[in-house]
């Protein structure tokens, strides 16, 4: 069963840079029919897609975030990582990496790890 | 950019009721739409994608329909274990989610 997992600070002071990593286990997403995904979730409120990296470093990010936002991966370590450079507290949210199943018929997020909350605060 | 729009923000209902979450989209999908429930202090859980596939695992009482820019997630009996936030997702743009909560 494959199965995703966050780590990283969970306190990071404003105008810092925030850095998380997933790590993949129980299977593989080094086929192009796969990427990894990082979401995000305030307290309370709904889902925000931050971006996405594939195995060979293909990334997209969401508009919005993209001055902000490095993504990159460790093949050898089954890792990718997430950078969200110059953050407020409006970055405080649960951070989510999730493997996005991608085809003709769609891309699809269908396995998730169980997220990390990051607090950003002096 | 695409925006997802669900209705409704809120719906109370019962068990063993069939209920139906609306989403809308700004621009045509191609149908590449997905559904996701997610339970406090939880992960999402794709339920539905394609608009109308079920994913594997996922009991049948759900289900999923529409296309282009009008979607609706059903499900036939709600169980006690349905009780939770339903969002849908267009690649990188997610609905704002509906909370179904217990009358």
């Known amino acids: 069963q494959l199965q995703l997992q966050e780590s990283g600070p969970g306190l990071v002071k404003p105008s810092e840079t925030l850095s998380l990593t997933c790590s993949v286990s129980?299977?593989?997403?080094?086929?192009?029919?796969?990427?990894c995904g990082w979401i995000r979730q305030p307290p309370g409120k709904g889902l925000e897609w931050i971006g996405s990296?594939?195995?060979?470093?293909?990334?997209y990010y969401n508009s919005s975030l993209k001055s902000r936002v490095t993504m990159s991966v460790d093949t050898s370590k089954s890792q990718f990582s997430l950078m969200l450079s110059s953050v407020t507290a409006a970055d405080t949210a649960v951070y989510y990496c999730?493997?996005?199943?991608?085809?003709?018929?769609?891309?699809?997020?269908?396995?998730w790890g169980q997220g990390t909350l990051v607090t950003v605060s002096s | 950019d695409i925006q997802m729009t669900q209705s409704p923000s809120t719906l109370s209902a019962s068990v063993g009721d069939r209920v139906s979450i609306t989403c809308r989209a700004s621009q045509t999908t191609s149908n590449k739409l997905a559904w996701y429930q997610q339970k406090p202090g939880k992960a999402p859980k794709l339920l539905i994608y394609?608009?109308?596939n079920l994913e594997s695992g996922v009991p049948s009482r759900f289900s999923g329909s529409g296309s282009e820019t009008e979607f609706t997630l059903t499900i036939s009996s709600l169980q006690p274990d349905d009780f939770a936030t339903y969002y849908c997702?267009?690649?990188?743009?997610f609905g704002q989610g509906t909370k179904v909560e217990i009358k």
């Open positions: 990296i594939n195995y060979s470093g293909t990334t």
């Open positions: 394609k608009a109308s």
């Open positions: 997702q267009h690649l990188g743009t």
């Open positions: 129980g299977g593989s997403i080094s086929s192009s029919s796969y990427y």
């Open positions: 999730a493997r996005i199943r991608t085809g003709t018929t769609g891309n699809y997020f269908d396995y």
